[in-house]
């Protein structure tokens, strides 16, 4: 495999995006880091988390990161394989917790763009569907395609998964 500083993995629900992304870092030797953006608040994330922690062995460290990502990003050792999962609800958290979204989206963006890495983010392909009908929603729909787009700009690699099948498109 190639050295890349930045890979970027794109799917829906369940598309089986997490397991690519794993795939990728662990193809570099171990420690990786884990970059979790998710808050277990619920028992049914709870249950979720629990499945993603089994499957990940002593190789991994995990850093609960429910905000400040450009800050997580930044104070990762050089060289370190980190795993950002997964970017979409980060910005779910974002938009929850009343942040500037774009001054949010800009400071993860000035970090993505340095020559580090090897880092692979994942996020959901969330805009496939008819508009939604509440402005919540629709807000999110668009801030997670712009986002998609920076981040997919700023990376070397975009691959988007179907059905648990990866197709490269970039
Ligand atoms: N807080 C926390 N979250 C974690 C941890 N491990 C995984 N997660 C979160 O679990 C979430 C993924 O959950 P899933 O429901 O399996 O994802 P999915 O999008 O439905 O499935 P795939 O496309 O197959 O990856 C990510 O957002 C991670 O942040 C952890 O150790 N701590």
Redesign the pocket.
Known sequence: MSASHLSFVL?????????HAESIITAYPAPWS?I?????LDGEMQE??A???AR?DDGWE?L?VPFELAGALSSVETGRPVLI??LT?WLTNVMLADRDVEAEIRGLAEVLASPRGPWVV?A?EVGLGIVPDNALARAFRDHAGRLNQTVAAAADSVIL?VAGLPMRVK
């Open positions: 799917g829906g629900a369940r598309s089986g995006k997490s397991r884990y979790a953006t998710a808050q277990a979720r988390i499945e993603h922690r990940r995990t609960d999962d997964c609800l994942v959901n998964t």
